[in-house]
T-cell receptor, first 114, second 116 residues
Framework: DSGVTQTPKHLITATGQRVTLRCSPR?????VYWYQQSLDQGLQFLIQ???????AKGNILERFSAQQFPDLHSELNLSSLELGDSALYFC?????????????FGPGTRLTVL | AQKVTQAQTEISVVEKEDVTLDCVYE???????LFWYKQPPSGELVFLIR??????QNEISGRYSWNFQKSTSSFNFTITASQVVDSAVYFC?????????????FGSGTQLTVLP
């Protein structure tokens, strides 16, 4: 158990809908990262937050957005969902004391868009 | 741009055989970190090891060992006396410092199947 929690574990929805994925980092970790794992694209970095502020953006679609709250949990919002958004979405966190180097991953949220 | 290549898509071995998973990386950064993660059938990503670019010492942890060679930009992972529980997808990843951003660039993964 990495200490990173993600809810829900599974999510099934329809095209055009909006969903919110939630992540709680390990205790003491200030940085949260979101990744998408799909069959065709592999594991891809989406976005990073550090102590409530956005720090880096990767291949994140405009239909996707994220935020990190004062209690350090983070939410990834996916809107106008398409079939191709079906994937496993991971959250990871890292510790500033460790130089933000090692990322520990949550169990993932499996999103299925029908 | 950073790139990680895991040329072996799938490997199948019989239990107790040794197996080496290859990883080749590309980066222009002089300071970077390399990682291996394991993704068992249950789907979670499990951190296995981290090396920094200044530390080329090989590492052994139980049945696992890692060979980092900067000259060939490789960071290979060997499992000795493989077991069925080692069956998983293994990812090699690279992280370089971009300000305070440290996103991981992953390889495409190697599916290891250990047969009884």
């Amino acid at each position: 158990d990495s200490g990173v929690t993600q809810t829900p574990k599974h999510l099934i929805t329809a095209t055009g809908q909006r969903v919110t994925l939630r992540c709680s980092p390990r205790s003491g970790d200030l940085s949260v990262y979101w990744y998408q794992q799909s069959l065709d694209q592999g594991l891809q970095f989406l976005i990073q937050y550090y102590n409530g502020e956005e720090r880096a953006k990767g291949n994140i679609l405009e239909r996707f957005s994220a935020q990190q709250f004062p209690d350090l949990h983070s939410e990834l919002n996916l809107s106008s969902l398409e079939l191709g958004d079906s994937a496993l979405y991971f959250c990871a966190s890292s510790d500033p004391g460790g130089g933000l180097v090692t990322q520990y991953f949550g169990p993932g949220t499996r999103l299925t868009v029908l | 741009a950073q790139k990680v290549t895991q040329a072996q898509t799938e490997i199948s071995v019989v239990e107790k055989e040794d197996v080496t998973l290859d990883c080749v990386y590309e980066t222009r950064d002089t300071t970077y970190y390399l990682f291996w993660y394991k993704q068992p059938p249950s789907g979670e990503l499990v951190f296995l090891i981290r090396r920094n670019s200044f530390d080329e010492q090989n590492e052994i942890s139980g049945r696992y060992s890692w060979n980092f060679q900067k000259s060939t930009s490789s960071f290979n992972f060997t499992i000795t006396a493989s077991q069925v529980v080692d069956s998983a997808v293994y990812f090699c990843a690279l992280s370089a410092l971009r300000g305070s951003a440290r996103q991981l660039t992953f390889g495409s993964g190697t599916q290891l199947t250990v047969l009884p």
